[in-house]
């Protein structure tokens, strides 16, 4: 397969790429968005699902009826011959099943047929989608429901209606249900709190902007290895001579096979509203990233979702495959998908930047303080929202963000912070008032953008005007961490809100000194969680023990806060989740990290018995048909002549019976975790007992594959995978 995939890989040539027209014409052409409402609904129902979008209100079954039949009607006009309810289930993936708008009538008349109770509801038979025991099999009943927020959209020939997918008791299964609702949590609390600021604010927005990593390979090359096809991983592969060394392909050109698919890419995202804008060569040879313009937080992740759909899709068309593992190659880096988060009014403010005037950047100082204290209380909730089975093997490395939590804010802003450290309690002098308004706050750089310093070893950073958060695996959903992140910001404002109001109404505080006063103390007791050094050294494993923050390095532990006293309270008091979905979000977690190393683990077993050892064996019988010639012309003397054979065949003997040996411990390890009967246990068995091996065995692998002739070595190499271009 090897040698057949070369072949291929060689015959490739790229497609010139072409341009048809401006960007800005393709954009939202395969969306049901504003413009096409309007042409193809009726005034009231246009009235009625803008009322949805921005107000949350309730659409009723006779407008439901008129929003499909216009719907329909645009569905049909663009050639679409079915539709779907377009769901995220707990699988990390999207899913639909699609239904024509074929139908039969009563007198057999065929005609596209499609209403309100198809656009609202749907009842996927989706008993093995993973519900954490939520919905048991026998009572199999869950259902997908409209998200008027997020447009419906064309891709291919089916309308694809996003939705969310409950069970009929109401619990969600699914990852969008639990972030609509965090997103309506930090709706509430932050336009209370910017109400303080500016009395006109009605909504507050999360945003989103995240940035795709990949990687592209050769499509054939990628499928010649079963690894790579069965956990999107290299689970063996010696490292090639060159890495990433010379940072030569970071920021290089981009190579024209690469370039073709993302232009195609980007010209079918446009058309899905997906606003692309950058792409770029990554650190890591044949690895790439995009990021698009950032959109309200649960448009973007939908967008996030479909683009890698249609990036599986694209890439299968320019015969590449493209990987989304957070760790797909040893020796590279792997790929993480950052994501900047802000939130907006509805006035147009972008709340985490500073502004013009002293109001506006103690406006802006309110939302970053708060920001700051929310992920000092929730750091460990917040690291759990990135945990993966694939994941686990970036995290922590030299490359990627570590497993601790922690923020980074540049030199100015830690300045300001230690300024208002120092305010005094209570009532403000009038001096102090003004000494603070035109010296601390008042010195807050309007563009803080363009020079705050950065640090890339900083797992959640400010970077001017939005917060980036960098652990995020390039194949998670990013409404993981965005449902937790917003739940924990929602949870501080509405504190903060209280201890603010508190301070006016009982000690008589005029609003700003309140808000003062509350600030200091956030800042004083969040210090903890900022840090500015190395966050890859070792050194900060030391300090963050001693500031007694969570280093929770793999998935077991890090899942296991999701169901602590303290989430269960706040996910209560935010309305996010019940304990009942807490509980079983968290054992779907653990369900598919176990599944996952399950299959690793199944995959390097064939890979060694079926693959390895033989050609392993086919390499010693060649020496020994080679040693026992010179034996025939040389006699005694032969073992000087053959005295390199004879070393390599020793040492391919070795290692046959070395990685004999550990595939088979680490089958029967397997087995044991197997038979363990809390899935927390097995997950951690896993985790401790079976994990281990896989590098084990890879190193004899790797060994071997360094020995054995070129010819005989059954998969693609790193250097076959990494350069092709
Ligand atoms: P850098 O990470 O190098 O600072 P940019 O400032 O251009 O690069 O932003 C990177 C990403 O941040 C982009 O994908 C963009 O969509 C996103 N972003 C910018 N502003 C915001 C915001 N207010 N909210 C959320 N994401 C944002
Ligand atoms: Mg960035």
């Not at 690291?383 to 694939?390: K, L, P």
């Not at 176990?594 to 064996?617: C, D, F, K, S, T």
Request: contains cysteine; glycine residues 6%; charged residues 25%.
């Amino acid at each position: 397969m090897r040698f057949d995939a070369l072949a291929e890989s060689r015959q490739r040539h790229y497609k010139s790429v072409e341009e048809t027209g401006k960007r800005s014409e393709l954009f939202g052409k395969n969306v049901f968005n504003e413009e096409k409402m309007r042409q193809f609904l009726t005034s009231e129902a246009m009235e009625k699902v803008e009322s949805a979008i921005f107000q949350g209100t309730k659409i009723d079954r006779k407008i439901a009826d008129q929003v499909a039949e216009g719907m329909k009607a645009w569905a049909l006009s663009m050639g679409a011959t079915h539709y779907t309810h377009w769901f995220q289930p707990l699988t990390g993936s999207t899913a639909e099943k699609h239904d024509a708008f074929f139908d039969i009538m009563a007198d057999g008349r065929a005609m596209e047929k499609f209403g309100g109770r198809q656009l609202v509801q749907q009842e996927p038979d989706a008993s093995s989608f993973p519900s954490g025991g939520i919905r048991n099999t026998f009572e199999a009943r869950g259902y997908t429901a409209w998200d008027p927020t997020s447009p419906a959209f064309i891709y291919k020939t089916t309308l694809c209606i996003p939705t969310i997918f409950v069970a009929y008791t109401g619990e969600a299964l699914d990852n969008k249900a639990p972030l609509l609702r965090a997103l309506h949590a930090v709706d509430e609390a932050a336009t209370a709190v910017a109400q303080y600021f500016d009395k006109n604010v009605r909504k507050v927005y999360a945003t989103l902007g995240w940035e795709q990593e990949y990687f592209l390979l050769d499509k054939a090359l990628g499928q010649s290895r079963l690894d790579l096809v069965m956990a999107g991983r290299t689970l063996v592969g010696s490292r090639a001579p060159k890495g990433q060394q010379l940072d030569d392909h970071y920021f290089g050109v981009i190579p024209n096979r690469a370039l073709g698919f993302m232009s195609d890419l980007e010209k079918e995202c446009t058309k899905l509203g997906i606003p692309v804008k950058t792409r770029h060569n990554e650190v890591a040879p044949n690895q790439f990233e995009l990021a698009p313009v950032h959109e309200e937080a649960n448009l973007s992740v939908d967008h996030n979702l479909l683009l890698m759909d249609v990036m599986e899709e694209m890439a299968d068309r320019h015969g590449f495959m493209v990987l989304f593992h957070e760790k797909p190659f040893a020796g590279v880096n792997g790929s993480g998908k950052h994501n900047n988060w802000s939130l907006a009014t509805d006035t147009g403010v972008n709340l985490l930047s500073p502004g013009t005037t002293p109001m506006k950047n103690l406006q802006f100082l309110t939302f970053f303080v708060n920001t700051i204290k929310a992920v000092d209380t929730y750091e460990e909730l917040l690291r759990s929202s990135i945990a993966s089975a694939s994941n686990d093997y970036r995290l922590g490395g030299n490359e990627a963000p570590p497993s601790i939590l922690s923020i980074f804010i540049g030199k100015q802003l830690t300045d300001v912070l230690d300024e208002l450290e120092g305010v005094s309690k209570g009532k403000l002098s009038p001096q102090e008032k003004t000494e603070l308004k035109l010296n601390v706050v008042g010195k807050i750089p309007e563009i803080l953008l363009d020079n705050t310093d950065r640090n890339r070893t900083s797992p959640f950073a400010f970077t001017g005007n939005k917060f980036e958060m960098r652990g995020v695996g390039a194949k998670t959903n990013c409404a993981k961490p965005m449902t937790i992140l917003n739940t924990i910001v929602a949870k501080q404002l509405t504190d903060f809100k209280k201890e603010v109001d508190a301070l006016i109404n009982k000690k008589n505080l005029k609003k700003d000194e309140a808000v003062f006063n509350v600030l200091r103390e956030y800042i004083k007791t969040s210090k903890r969680i900022r840090f500015d050094g190395d966050g890859y050294g070792k050194e900060w494993q030391e300090e963050a023990k001693r500031r007694k923050l969570s280093n929770n390095q793999n998935t077991p532990e890090a899942v296991q806060i999701l169901t602590d006293k303290t989430s269960i309270t706040l996910f209560k008091d935010m309305d996010v989740m019940s304990e009942v979905e807490l509980k079983a979000h968290q054992e779907v977690e653990l369900e598919t990290y176990i599944l996952q190393l399950q299959i690793e683990g199944r995959v390097l077993g064939e890979m060694v018995y079926n693959y390895i050892i033989p050609a392993a064996i086919r390499y010693q019988n060649e020496l020994l048909d080679n040693i026992k010639g010179l034996k025939e012309v040389y006699g005694a003397a032969h073992k000087k002549v053959a005295e390199t054979q004879l070393n390599i065949l020793e040492q391919v003997g070795n290692h046959i019976t070395d990685i004999r040996k550990m595939t088979e411990e680490m089958t029967t390890a397997r087995k044991r975790a197997n038979s363990l009967s809390t899935i927390g246990r097995k997950a951690q068995a896993y985790c401790t007992n079976v994990k281990p091996y896989f590098e084990s065995i890879r190193e004899q692998s790797d060994m071997l594959e360094k020995l054995i002739a070129d010819d005989l070595w059954p998969f693609a190499k790193y250097s076959e995978l990494l350069f092709t271009k």
